[in-house]
């Protein structure tokens, strides 16, 4: 166990480090609401739970159920990277509106709307079926951030391609593909 929750930190820390990297090439934008970001939601959540639960209460102990929460984990990291490189330069960060706008619809966005929000959503659900149960907290928290952030984008993407991304709207799925 010990050895599993070091590969997925490990994992985690190269993701976001690629992240922050991958970021410096994107185009200009605005940003149209503001807040906190979620990150530092997530760790001042993560401390209160670290607080509340001593480490190992909630831990998963079925290596089977560890598998499982591996699979989503990689899956779920590997979506969300495939779908900021497919969107290259169109990537921001949540609710920004690009000053040059291009609609992307192909490669990982012809299955689902917000396939990076889907593939950070399926990490964090295989980290807490790998690892830990309370990261189904942080797994709803920024689940309903990410539906409201894809919301607002919606709003912003059926102003500036009216006709276009009401099509494309109506053949894929917001997060999760046939479903929602």
Do not use: C
Not at 46 to 73: D, K
Not at 146 to 160: D, G, M
């Amino acid at each position: 166990m010990p050895t599993l929750k070091a590969v997925i930190f490990v994992a985690w820390i190269v993701f976001w480090v690629y992240w922050l990297i991958s970021a410096a090439g994107a185009k200009q934008g605005s940003r149209t609401w503001r807040t906190r970001p979620p990150g530092l939601m997530i760790l001042v959540l993560g401390f209160v739970l670290l607080r509340v639960f001593r480490p190992g209460t909630l831990a998963v102990h079925n290596s089977i159920v560890q598998g499982v929460g591996m699979v989503l984990f990689a899956s779920g990291l590997g979506l969300a990277v495939w779908a900021r490189i497919y969107i290259g330069q169109n990537w921001g960060m949540p609710m920004t509106e690009k000053d040059e706008p291009e609609l992307v619809t192909s490669g990982p966005y012809h299955f689902v709307r917000h396939p990076i929000y889907a593939g950070v959503l399926l990490a964090i659900l295989g980290t807490s079926l790998a690892t830990n149960v309370y990261w189904l907290i942080a797994f709803a928290v920024l689940g309903a951030y990410f539906i409201y952030s894809a919301k607002v984008e919606e709003r912003l993407l059926t102003s500036s391609f009216p006709g276009e991304y009401q099509r494309y709207r109506t053949n894929s799925k917001m997060l999760i593909p046939f479903v929602l």
